[in-house]
């Protein structure tokens, strides 16, 4: 735990009480609480939270877990028991937000829905987040981020054409839903404090769906299609329609994404790389002549990539005003000088499973105020670490009400 508070910060002060499991309303209450937040995390007593065995690789916490959980508390709680179900009344009552992530429906079985928390916190801002929403034919059917990811049109675009459609390496889907959550959250609060009158229950519940936060991501997709006739395709690390915009092998085996598909910087480009007839082409002055003729003009640049070390060429396409970077590797990200400048990557003893904490560093804050990424106060807590101080602290639980809540009785 370090020493740094939550003082100053723009959510000082709000508290929000998270229901949430995996990725997608973790994420919300990640965001919140990176910028203030007292966000209290409930968890499923013994096994806590399943993100917790996520990509474990020793140690009995994952990093991934102390990553999408940092600045947050965490506290046990049976909601199948009568205690923890009025443990979370009671919570919801002193809190400004609650999120939560299980299927709909369930909230509503334990007597934790919209009513029963607008009875005891008629202020709250309920964010909901669910595979498909909370209505509509489809709401009560499971779904995870992969899912939504191809509903909502995501899958049919990633990967290459000859190839079946492929999966970007994070859970990009539930993050999205989870910057959706976070945004709901503030919004609702921006509502009650703006409203003269208390807005209604159905105006504090806000519904993010993981196939619509994916779909709602996929720019003109749909209106080209119902405009056009256009079904987009895949097309490997380049962007349909714009040329010449890839990744590129260097003369060392390192690889580069040079963007060279702006008019105005094509041109430039194309002289970089030793080839002025490219440059002056009259059918290749717009994007839609480039696309025509992306291999060609895609084998040029790499003829000229691999000529060079990956170093030499990201020189020369910045002294030339070429947008370009290297495809950076866990590695790469942790020595990056302009990561560094701005405290992107933060360190924490954590254990690892070994015999003494490790020194890890963890992503920094988005986004950056003041110039320099807001300090992390702390990385996820060990399962129910805070329960004691929130149940008793907080609530004036005793002992033996906290034990029933927590289901340590059970």
């Given at each position: 735990m370090s020493d740094v508070t939550a003082d100053g910060l723009p959510l000082s002060g709000v508290r929000v009480l998270e229901l949430g499991n995996y990725i997608a309303a973790p994420t919300a209450g990640r965001l919140l609480a990176d910028f203030g937040a007292d966000v209290i995390k409930v968890e499923r007593p013994r096994t806590g939270d399943e993100l917790r065995n996520w990509r474990l690789y020793a140690g009995d916490t994952?990093?991934?877990?102390?990553?999408?959980n940092r600045s947050k508390r965490s506290i046990t709680l049976d909601l199948r028991s009568d205690a923890g179900r009025q443990a979370v009344l009671d919570l919801a009552a002193r809190s400004d937000v609650v999120l939560e992530n299980?299927?709909?429906?369930?909230?509503?079985?334990?007597?934790?829905g919209p009513a029963e928390l607008d009875a005891v916190n008629p202020d709250v801002v309920l964010v909901r987040i669910s595979a498909f929403g909370q209505t509509g034919p489809l709401a009560s059917r499971p779904g995870f981020a992969a899912v939504a990811e191809a509903m909502g049109g995501l899958r049919a675009l990633v990967g290459e054409e000859?190839?079946?459609?492929?999966?970007?390496?994070?859970?990009?889907?539930?993050?999205?839903?989870?910057?959706?959550?976070?945004f709901s959250a503030v919004m609702g609060l921006y509502q009650r404090e703006s409203s003269a009158d208390r807005p209604p229950l159905n105006r504090r519940s806000m519904d993010v769906a993981l196939n619509e936060a994916v779909f709602s991501m996929m720019e003109s997709l749909v209106p080209d299609h119902l405009a056009y006739g256009v079904e987009?395709?895949?097309?490997?690390?380049?962007?349909?329609g714009i040329a010449p915009s890839n990744a590129y092998v260097c003369g060392d085996g390192g690889s580069v994404v040079i963007a060279g598909n702006s008019d105005s910087i094509y041109g430039r480009f194309m002289q970089v790389i030793g080839r002025p007839d490219l440059a002056e082409a009259p059918d290749l002055t717009s994007n839609a002549g480039r696309w025509a003729r992306r291999d060609e003009l895609d084998g040029a640049i790499e003829t000229w990539t691999r000529s060079l070390p990956r170093d030499r060429v990201l020189t020369e396409l910045e002294t030339a005003g070429v947008p370009a970077g290297p495809i950076h590797s866990a590695a790469d990200i942790v020595a990056d000088e302009q990561f560094r400048a701005r405290d992107m990557v933060q360190y924490f003893d954590v254990d690892t499973g070994g015999e003494v904490p490790a020194r890890v560093g963890f992503p920094g804050i988005v986004p950056v105020l003041d110039g320099r990424s807001v300090p992390v106060r702390h990385v996820g807590p060990d399962l129910g670490a805070d329960t004691e101080d929130v149940l008793g602290g907080l609530l004036g639980y005793p002992a033996e009400t906290i034990r029933a809540a927590a289901g340590e009785d059970s």
């Open positions: 994952s990093m991934l877990y102390r990553t999408l299980f299927r709909p429906g369930t909230l509503e079985k334990w007597g934790l000859d190839r079946p459609p492929s999966r970007t390496g994070v859970s990009i889907g539930d993050s999205i839903a989870g910057l959706y959550g976070a987009r395709r895949r097309v490997g690390g380049r962007m349909e």
